[in-house]
């Protein structure tokens, strides 16, 4: 027998760091792939878990549509309080509309300067017409058509940053900007803005709430299939054990098992939140018609969609290694 | 390589050890023998790290146990293979990739475990068998599948529980002399087995317990009278 310590045998590998990440990350895709493989070897039952997780990530997700929708419908906007100032009609002889929009924009921007001002826009009578005629719908054309002019004025639309003093900061900058020449009128509403912010607030914090309930239910279910997985697979972990696995080493297949969960069952949730903002849109199609409107429809935007994908992912990770520090470390060799 | 310095173990009160004192030397082959009950397992179990002794210590390659925790368990644990009487091997996966656990496990190259999985087979004879799955093969087979999986890593000591204890003699002793040629090759091993008849074959010293005590084989000295004892002292009980 070779005169060398024990800890320097044979038995671990002598390689490079780099080889070493190389095993490590061959090790992390087979476990990836054997976890993923492993979930349909029990096909029913997997399906009734996903769907369970489906269900509990498409609820939030759907509220949070619903909430977004609305709130598009009534022109509701979180970023603030919007502000109409109408301008005056050209009436400067000669001046072209070009040069009339131009001063507009100017104008716009001198607004933006004025304090509480978040946001301003430029809407030119032409604009405002083509506006008109999305919302009203195709049955408005002719009547618009039949106008000898654009009866409609250009505008400034100023958002209103949120906050603790809305109302005061509100009145004082449409103050500012009717004693402004070119203007002619502000309009806002701010009572029934702080009336929507008040619901809307409601809505989203009783989404949060449901939302945390329904993140601890997938956590719960993946816990659980994570522990009947251990539970089936407790020769496996032994024998990997007394062969020289690590807690860690013992883990990773049940992690991904987690992962695969979650993230599954985040993408079975977007294709139902998708299916039912479909459904949405052939429901109020005749909606449309019969009031001769359109309504736009808010979809989930991608970046949503990734939140809730690698959220549900981590959650199922979490939900997998609650379990699993807790028995894997538990099934020790007797 | 293998010491135990005054070892006992106590379960709930039951002693199952008691002040046990032995030296296995580097690259030494020895027999522990005793019959169902006398301690040989749980002897064993204390080399594994699977229990740890009550009092006393143990040492392997001069490393207290003892003071080994966490994932130094595992890493030390790869130092040793084990063969048991029932073989332990995993029906979800075929020969080789049974074989090749401990390797996948210590994080050896894909490349390195092929190579060595399959003299690991090669050198037990069911090279050929590599893709079945184990509850295809002979009991015999099986245990050879599970000597394989314990020397694939090139361990310096090899423990071996009841190896032999549900073949026939004729396989008994092919298990033996695969055992033996491992030896052979400098692999420091302990075999707790009582068949007598299959010890009193081979020229190794023979650890002997009764009801937890070590009554013979402990130390280098005492071989020959011990060995002349052996079979006579359990020979009832075997």
Known sequence: ????????????????????????RDSHRLFAKQSFDRLWE??????????????????????????????????YSDSGLEMTAYLHMPTVPGQSITDFNSEGQALALRVAQLSGVKQVEFISAEDALLRLEAIAGAGSIDIIDSLPANPLPAAIRVVVGQGPELASIANALAQQIEVLPEVESVRFNLEWFQKAQ????????????????????????????????????????????????????????????????GATGAAMALIISFACMYALTYYIKPLEAAYSTNISIQRLSADTALVIFLASAGLGWVGSWVICSNQISKLEPE | MIEFNSVSKVYRGQRALADLNFLLDRGEMAFLTGHSGAGKSTLLKLIMLIEKPSN???????QTLTKVRGSNIAKLRRNIGFVYQSHHLLSDRNVFDNVALPLMVAGFHHRDIAR???????????????KQNPATLSGGEQ?????????????????ADEPTG???PQLSAEIMQLLHD??????????????????????????????????????????AAIERNAPADLGGHS
């Open chain 2, 182 to 223: 491992f030896n052979n090759a400098g692999v420091t091993l302990l075999i707790a087995t009582h068949d007598l008849a299959l010890i009193a074959k081979m020229p190794h010293r023979s650890l002997i317990l009764r009801q937890g005590q070590l009554i013979g084989g402990g130390h280098l000295s005492d071989n």
């Open chain 2, 56 to 62: 006393g210590e143990v040492l392997i390659d001069g």
């Open chain 2, 116 to 130: 060595r999985v399959r003299a690991a087979l090669d050198k037990v004879g069911l090279l050929s068998k590599e």
């Open chain 1, 198 to 261: 008040a619901i809307v607030q409601l809505v989203l914090r009783i989404n949060l709430a449901a939302s945390v309930l329904l993140g601890m239910g997938v956590v719960l279910v993946i816990g659980n299939t994570v522990r009947v997985s251990i539970a089936s697979r407790r020769e496996e972990i032994l024998v990997a054990k007394l062969v020289g696995a690590t807690n860690a080493y013992a883990r990773r297949p049940f992690l991904y098992l987690g992962v695969w969960l």
């Open chain 2, 143 to 159: 245990q050879r599948v599970g000597i394989a999986r314990a020397v694939v890593n090139k361990p310096p000591i090899l423990l």
């Open chain 1, 1 to 24: 027998m070779r005169d060398t310590p024990l800890k320097q045998g044979a038995t671990s590998p002598m390689l490079s760091w780099r080889d070493q990440l190389r095993v490590w």
């Open chain 1, 42 to 75: 029990k096909p029913l039952a997997t399906l009734v878990t996903l769907t369970m997780l489906a269900i509990a990530i498409a609820l939030p997700t759907l509220l949070h549509l619903g909430v977004k929708n609305v709130s598009s419908w009534v022109s």
């Open chain 2, 166 to 168: 549900n073949l026939d």
